[in-house]
């Protein structure tokens, strides 16, 4: 089925520990999101990518890395994992201007 | 900064009542205003997405207005059903953005008893 496909769906980490999160999608879609959620915040951005071989920050980029592999994957990296990036991570894409915007189905981190 | 707020927090009626839920953001200068439905441990999935120049939009059962100058939209569920209980969330997209950014609302969590 066509869609958003994070990887993976769990994780436990220590301080300090690394990861990558991954993210690809099959919708043809230019522009492509890692937000976050947080008990009763909401959604918040962390980065974005307008198009293949560009990224932005959003609203909380502090203490993560992006990487626009190609129009398909678009990676999200903890160098050094604190307890505060304890979250649910999201990808999403959207065509052009946001249109047809799609979520996965989301990674719960946990940094003990 | 623009600022989007939901309220109630949760909400639990029984079914076959009407469900309104409530979105208000600070800043009218937007481009839309999507409604998403998030079920437990799962992604969100877009029910209804309104232009900035529209004032409502319908898909079945459900209807979404949207009023820029006073800054709120209000989602109509008619006739809940349990299978209607999730958390709903509003999202906008401000008119200075070209790349699709969303400012998200914390969501409302719907619980229709049989």
């Known amino acids: 089925n066509a869609g958003v496909t994070q990887t993976p769906k769990f994780q436990v980490l220590k301080t300090g520990q690394s990861m990558t999160l991954q993210c690809a999608q099959d919708m043809n879609h230019n522009s492509m999101y890692w937000y976050r959620q947080d008990p009763g915040m909401g959604l918040r951005l962390i980065y974005y990518s307008a198009s293949e071989g560009t990224t932005d920050k959003g609203e909380v980029p502090n203490g993560y890395n992006v990487s626009r592999l190609n129009k398909r994957e678009f990676s999200l990296r903890l160098e050094s994992a604190a307890p505060s990036q304890t979250s649910v991570y999201f990808c999403?894409?959207?065509?052009?201007?946001?249109?047809?915007?799609?979520f996965g189905s989301g990674t719960r981190l946990t940094v003990v | 900064k623009q600022e989007v707020t939901q309220i109630p927090a949760a909400l639990s009626v029984p079914e076959g009542e009407n469900l309104v839920l409530n979105c208000s953001f600070t800043?009218?200068?937007?481009?839309?205003l999507q409604w998403f439905r998030q079920d437990p441990g799962k992604g969100l999935t877009s029910l209804l997405l309104i232009q900035s120049s529209q004032r409502e939009q319908t898909s079945g059962r459900l209807n979404a207005s949207l009023d820029k100058s006073s800054g709120r939209s209000t989602l109509y569920i008619a006739a809940s059903q349990p299978g209607d209980s999730a958390t709903y969330l509003c999202?906008?997209?401000?008119?200075?953005?070209?790349?699709?950014?969303?400012?998200f609302g914390a969501g409302t969590q719907v619980v229709v008893t049989p």
């Open positions: 999403a894409s959207s065509a052009q201007g946001g249109d047809g915007y799609t």
């Open positions: 800043d009218s200068a937007i481009y839309n």
């Open positions: 999202a906008v997209r401000a008119s200075t953005d070209s790349w699709g950014k969303l400012q």
